[in-house]
């Protein structure tokens, strides 16, 4: 259960983001270092307690271990029954349950609670699982805190660049508006569902977050193994762009957030990416430099839409989207991987 109040303590903060795909094995804490995370510990004071829903996926699990190497205390969210005296708070979306009353002691949540979207095929009933599970969850956190005696001052809340949806022209930054088709349509429900907190004045942020780069959970989980037997290469014409981010980048944005409060100008959509976005070409000649094995095979488009149906084909697989992060990088936000070659040799070399 959540510790008592520390009436000391700066304003508590909500934060939700997404999570990915599956667990991770986390980095060092120690490695998070840009603009802002060195002064998270003496903004909010030694100690801080974070809720964390999702704690044991892709990015829970290294957004948990960074916050706690630096002395700060990750409460998980658990829709099983609470365990006595764990760091524990009950929540259940579906039900529309939650033990509100422990949100009134803790600075800040993180909600990564997401069914993962490109795991299973997107059956109807899974599709309306992955649209569920995200907006019950957005909307439990958004109306429970925005209705606590001391409200949270933040809202980060998780979204995808799935938002900007595929093939659209140019590059997008937040600015750009929302694509077609089913993880478009998502994403503008998830971000609506924290409109709660907007109405009660929280400073509410969306985290629209690329692929992102980890050694287990997400994109490289599965393409890893191949690449390493030579059997990696380009998907269609490989001309399409991937807009990627460093799981370090990704907890180093969030703690960034998280500093930046007092007075931020960081509200609304923020691009969790990194600056330089390549072609699926470009990916598949940096993973088999890196790994040091060919990648010249070539799976043509009708392939995954054999196997997946076309819908996730075009909008998951030969996603088209060339982000930019815009907001982060006229913040001050120092990314630790620019590029994705530096980036894939620090995730195989861990």
């Given amino acids: 259960m959540a510790r008592?109040?520390?009436n000391d303590k700066i304003n508590n903060i909500l934060v939700l983001t997404s999570s990915r795909l599956g667990a991770s094995r986390s980095p060092s804490a120690g490695i998070y270092s840009s603009v802002g995370v060195q002064a998270f510990g003496v903004m909010y004071g030694a100690g801080v307690d974070?809720?964390?829903?999702?704690?044991?996926?892709?990015?829970?699990?290294?957004?948990?271990r960074s916050l706690e190497a630096d002395g700060h205390r990750c409460i998980r969210l658990v829709r099983r029954e609470v365990r006595p005296g764990a760091d524990e708070v009950f929540f259940d979306p579906a039900a529309s349950a939650i033990d509100g009353a422990s949100l009134e002691a803790i600075d800040a949540i993180v909600n990564l609670a997401g069914a993962p979207i490109g795991t299973r095929p997107w059956t109807s009933s899974y599709k309306e699982k992955c649209v569920s599970s995200r907006v019950q969850s957005t909307a439990l956190l958004a109306t429970t805190c925005a209705a606590l005696e001391r409200p949270p001052r933040t809202l980060l809340s998780g979204s995808a660049i799935g938002y900007y949806g595929s093939g659209a022209p140019g590059i997008l930054d937040e600015s750009s508006p929302?694509?077609?088709g089913f993880l478009a349509d998502l994403c503008v429900r998830w971000e609506a569902a924290?409109?709660?907190?907007?109405?009660?004045?929280?400073?509410?942020?969306?985290?629209?977050?690329?692929l992102v780069m980890a050694y287990r959970g997400g994109l490289l989980s599965r393409l890893g193994p191949l690449f390493k037997l030579g059997l990696g290469g380009r998907l269609g014409d490989g001309q399409?762009?991937?807009?990627?981010?460093?799981i370090d980048d990704v907890v180093g944005a969030l703690r960034f957030l998280l500093e930046h409060d007092t007075g931020s100008t960081l509200r609304g959509p923020v691009n969790l990416v990194a600056p330089n976005p390549v072609t699926n070409a470009e990916?598949?000649?940096?993973?088999?430099?890196?790994?040091?094995?060919p990648a010249f095979?070539?799976?043509?488009?009708?392939?995954?839409?054999?196997g997946l149906g076309k819908e996730m084909a075009s909008e998951f697989i030969l996603a088209d989207q060339r982000v930019e992060p815009a907001a982060l990088v006229s913040s001050g936000f120092n990314f630790q991987h620019e590029h994705l070659e530096d980036c894939l040799r620090s995730v195989f070399n861990r």
């Fill in 283 to 293: 990916f598949t000649t940096s993973m088999g430099s890196v790994l040091g094995r």
């Fill in 194 to 210: 924290a409109q709660p907190a907007v109405d009660a004045g929280l400073r509410t942020v969306a985290l629209r977050t690329g």
């Fill in 4 to 6: 008592p109040h520390n």
């Fill in 297 to 306: 095979l070539n799976v043509p488009a009708f392939v995954p839409r054999l």
């Fill in 50 to 64: 974070v809720a964390i829903s999702g704690s044991s996926g892709l990015i829970g699990t290294a957004l948990s």
């Fill in 240 to 246: 399409q762009y991937m807009s990627w981010i460093s």
């Fill in 178 to 180: 929302n694509g077609e």
